[in-house]
C-alpha cells in the first residue's frame, strides 16, 4: 500500500537508465527507465535516451524531474515501479 504521502529521498544512478530511489518510508525501488523512453514516440521524451541529458535528473520538492518538469513522473507509479501498464509493453514488444 502506498502511504498517503510519499516523497524521493535520494537517487543514484546504477545503469545506463536505471535510477535506485529511495523514499521517505525507507522503500527503495531501482526503477529502469529505457522500455519507457524507448517507446515513446514523443521527440521530446525520447531526447532523453541520450546518456548525458538522461543524468540530468534531480529531486525537486521530493519529486524525480528533468528540466523544468520536460520529464517528470508520478510518485505512486515510481513508488510501484510501474511507469506504464504492462499491456502498453506488452503489444510494443
Known amino acids: 500500500m502506498i502511504p498517503a504521502t510519499i516523497n524521493i529521498t535520494s537517487v543514484e544512478q546504477v545503469g545506463d537508465y536505471a535510477l535506485r530511489l529511495s523514499f521517505d518510508d525507507s522503500t527503495e525501488q531501482t526503477v529502469d527507465f529505457k522500455p519507457f523512453l524507448s ?12 546518456p548525458a541529458r538522461f543524468a540530468t535528473y534531480r529531486i525537486e520538492h521530493g519529486e524525480l524531474v528533468w528540466g523544468d518538469y520536460d520529464l517528470c513522473f508520478p510518485i505512486a507509479d515510481l513508488y510501484q515501479n510501474r511507469l506504464q501498464p504492462d499491456s502498453a509493453l506488452e503489444k510494443a514488444a
Not at 40 to 48: E, F, K, L, T, V
Open 39 to 50: 517507446l515513446s514516440r514523443h521527440p521530446d521524451i525520447r531526447a532523453y535516451l541520450e
